[in-house]
């Protein structure tokens, strides 16, 4: 989870929006069986029961037990089960052991769903006052991150299954491949303007909007391929250690890395693990599951460098965007006059500024409306269970 609170809220169909977006978390679940929703094989994924009882949690916790009069909890166990960092709130489930909880059922947490929209529909009926307001549209969009998270975590759940099984025929476009030929885009040094503008929904780690000097450089009309990457492969770009950060040619060597996430060599070729399960790789798809290290390590073998986040804002109204996440070459840091809001929400985003990278644009996994140029995510340089990619950028104009 990824941001704080902020923005203008618009009254009017906050109840429809707060509808529809509970109800694609369940359309989400309708593929799955009950033993589908309680594996947890690595502390970076949560089993999928858990993903939407937090959500749930989260407007019980932070709306209706402060918002909605003679309000009573659905369970006085949840609150600790399903926290997942809130200091503020109280004690919670240990991270690496979400997947310990056979109890509450499955079943369980659909009562608690339906419970909590219930009382949130009558919440939302009645005139709703603009903090309550900001904080109903806040649990949407923290909904719909955990949606792509959903999606995620239940790929590498999936992936670790030998029997490769299949999530959803179609479900997300993973194969749609890179229809035009690249070409780098120009933009010359100057001061551009960085941040949200305060119009719509943004998370606190947008603002504020500030200006930024940038020198001339040129950036990739297109996402690295599959194809291009499978280049690095055979160059020996996993055994080059002139190509790598320090610590990513640690975690290189650690983990007998040598290719991306997912992927698979067999006789035939590279095959790799999609929600459809296991097919061959399409080579002029965008490549896809990759880490920092990874990325970056492409781009010093390419002989260039990846984006900043204020080249990639500056420029993205020039390429489309949208497959992949995107890593770029910028540490996730406040911009200048972040503020943390008070109470629970203040630990939303700001207390994970330090030792993560920011990613730009969106996924395949990424719910409909829940992306903007202004979109800061981020994440530690080795994780690569999210849908990344690489796009290349250079100094100077050629």
Same mark, same amino acid.
């Given at each position: 989870m990824?941001?704080s609170?902020?923005?203008k809220?618009?009254e009017?169909?906050l109840?429809a929006k707060?509808?529809?977006?509970?109800s694609?978390?369940e359309?989400?679940?309708e593929p799955?069986?009950?033993?589908?929703?309680?594996p947890?094989p690595?502390?970076?994924?949560?089993?999928a029961?858990?993903?939407?009882?937090h959500t749930t949690?989260?407007?019980?916790e932070?709306?209706l037990?402060?918002h909605?009069?003679g309000y009573k909890v659905?369970d006085?166990h949840?609150?600790?089960?399903?926290?997942?960092?809130?200091n503020t709130?109280?004690?919670?489930t240990?991270?690496?052991?979400?997947?310990?909880?056979s109890?509450?059922?499955?079943?369980r947490?659909f009562?608690?769903r339906?419970?909590v929209d219930?009382?949130?529909s009558?919440?939302l009926?009645?005139?709703?006052p603009?903090?309550?307001?900001?904080?109903?549209?806040?649990g949407?969009n923290h909904?719909q991150?955990?949606q792509?998270?959903?999606v995620?975590?239940?790929?590498y759940?999936?992936s670790?299954?030998p029997?490769?099984?299949?999530y959803?025929?179609?479900?997300?476009p993973?194969?749609?491949i890179?229809?035009?030929s690249?070409e780098?885009?120009?933009l010359?040094s100057?001061i551009?303007?960085?941040?949200s503008?305060?119009?719509?929904?943004?998370?606190?780690?947008?603002c504020e909007?500030h200006?930024?000097y940038?020198?001339d450089?040129?950036?990739?009309?297109?996402l690295? !391929?599959? %194809?291009?990457?499978?280049?690095?492969?055979d160059?020996?770009?996993y055994?080059? $250690?002139?190509l &790598?950060?320090?610590e =990513?040619?640690?975690?290189?060597n650690q983990?007998?890395?040598?290719a991306?996430?997912?992927?698979?060599?067999?006789?035939?070729g590279w095959?790799?693990?999609?929600l459809?399960?296991?097919?061959?790789l399409?080579l002029d798809a965008?490549?896809c599951?990759i880490s920092?290290?990874?990325?970056s390590a492409?781009a010093?073998w390419?002989?260039m460098r990846?984006?900043?986040?204020?080249?990639?804002?500056?420029?993205n109204?020039?390429?489309?965007w949208?497959k992949?996440?995107?890593?770029?070459?910028?540490?996730?840091?406040?911009y200048?006059?972040f503020?943390?809001?008070?109470g629970?929400?203040?630990?939303?985003?700001g207390k994970?500024m330090?030792?993560q990278?920011?990613?730009?644009g969106?996924s395949?996994? !990424?719910p %409909?409306?829940?992306?903007?140029?202004?979109?800061?995510?981020?994440?530690?340089? $080795?994780l690569? &269970?999210?849908?990344? =990619?690489?796009?290349l950028?250079?100094?100077g104009i050629?």
């Open positions: 990824q941001a609170v902020s923005g809220v618009a009017t169909g109840r707060y509808i529809e977006v509970r694609y978390t359309k989400l679940c799955l069986q009950t033993e589908d929703y309680i947890q690595i502390v970076d994924v949560s089993p029961k858990w993903n939407i009882a949690w989260f407007f019980e932070m709306i037990k402060k909605l009069e659905f006085e949840f609150p600790h089960l399903f926290n997942s960092y809130y709130i109280g004690t919670r240990a991270r690496d052991h979400r997947g310990d909880l109890r509450p059922t499955v079943k947490v009562e608690y339906k419970y219930e009382h949130m009558s919440l009926e009645g005139e709703v603009d903090d309550v307001g900001e904080l109903v549209l806040l949407i909904e991150q955990h792509e998270l959903f995620t975590d239940l790929k759940m999936l670790v299954n029997l490769f099984p299949v959803r025929e179609g479900f997300a993973e194969e749609d890179e229809s035009a690249p780098f885009v120009e010359e100057g551009y303007e960085i941040g503008d305060g119009q719509g929904f943004f998370f606190d780690n947008e909007r200006k930024v940038l020198g450089f040129a950036i990739s009309s297109g690295v !391929t599959n %194809a291009e990457y499978i280049q690095f492969i160059a020996g770009g055994s080059d $250690h002139r &790598w950060h320090s =990513g040619w640690d975690w290189v983990n007998e890395i040598e991306p996430l997912y992927w698979h060599q067999r006789a035939g095959s790799t693990f999609t459809a399960g296991l097919r061959p399409v965008p490549v599951h920092f290290y990874e990325a492409y010093e390419k002989g990846l984006p900043t986040e204020f080249e990639w804002e500056a420029a109204n020039k390429f489309n949208g992949r996440w995107e890593w770029t070459g910028s540490a996730y840091l406040p200048p006059g503020k943390k809001p008070a629970a929400v203040g630990e939303y985003n994970f330090i030792n990278m920011v990613l730009r969106a395949v996994a !990424t %409909a409306g829940h992306s903007r140029s202004t979109y800061r995510n981020f994440f530690h340089p $080795h690569r &269970w999210q849908f990344t =990619g690489i796009r950028a250079y100094d050629r």
